[in-house]
């Protein structure tokens, strides 16, 4: 069974300063990994898709690395604002299900200003 | 943003009685999902439909029942509400564009079951 782990739980950081957050999988037979954005009482707001064949994808001050075969991928925001604090989640689906996703606990981030 | 809406998106509900509530997208994908947020446990899959009148089982279907009678709306039935079953819930949908089901979320239902 997949199990993705996003640590640490909880991140502070001052206003300017790059955020580096992290997700790990147990299966690397995946067929994509999503990152997404909450905000407090709302929906998920999808950042990027990275497809198993790439490495990285990005998206503005938002960059997305994949790395299959040791279970990892990492989303780096640069030069973080106050407007990025919320809880950001990784998911992934596994290869014989591309639609099917398995969440992780999310990082919670606060941008100090 | 992707056209989802969810209803209600707040109900509070006693043990015991049926609750319905509805996903109704606007973007004709072919999959819909409904999943469960709750602290500790993160997201998790109640059912998803792969079009039409299809539909199978996540993780947690138990005590949940959904139907699709057409592309725009998905339907999730709790047939007798438990205080477990207190929860925000999600729809979601995707399609196979680009080889990629890329998933976009409607804004929640909450249900509180007393």
């Known amino acids: 069974k997949q199990e993705v782990t996003q640590i640490p739980a909880a991140l502070s950081v001052p206003e300017g300063e790059n955020l580096v957050l992290n997700c790990s999988f147990t299966?690397?037979?995946?067929?994509?990994l999503q990152w997404f954005r909450q905000d407090p009482g709302k929906g998920l707001t999808s950042l990027l898709l990275?497809?198993?064949?790439?490495r990285e994808q990005t998206s503005g001050r938002l960059n997305a690395s994949l790395d299959k075969s040791s279970g990892r991928s990492t989303l780096y925001i640069a030069a973080s604002q106050p407007g990025d604090s919320a809880t950001y989640l990784c998911?992934?689906?596994?290869?014989?299900?591309?639609?099917?996703?398995?969440f992780g606990g999310g990082t919670r981030v606060l941008v100090k200003p | 943003d992707a056209g989802i809406t969810q209803s209600p998106r707040h109900k509070v509900t006693e043990t015991g009685t049926p609750v319905t509530l509805r996903c109704h997208q606007t973007e004709n994908h072919r999959y819909m999902y409904w999943y469960r947020q709750d602290p500790g446990h993160g997201l998790r899959l109640i059912h998803y439909s792969y079009g039409v009148k299809d539909t199978d089982k996540g993780e947690v279907s138990d005590g949940y029942s959904v139907s699709r009678s057409k592309t725009e709306d998905f339907l999730l039935t709790l047939e007798s509400a438990t205080s477990s079953q207190t929860s925000v819930y999600f729809c979601a949908i995707s399609d196979k564009g680009a080889d990629s089901y890329e998933q976009y979320f409607g804004p929640g239902t909450r249900l509180t079951v007393t």
């Open positions: 990275i497809q198993s064949s790439q």
């Open positions: 998911a992934v689906s596994p290869q014989a299900a591309g639609n099917k996703l398995t």
């Open positions: 299966d690397s037979a995946i067929y994509n």
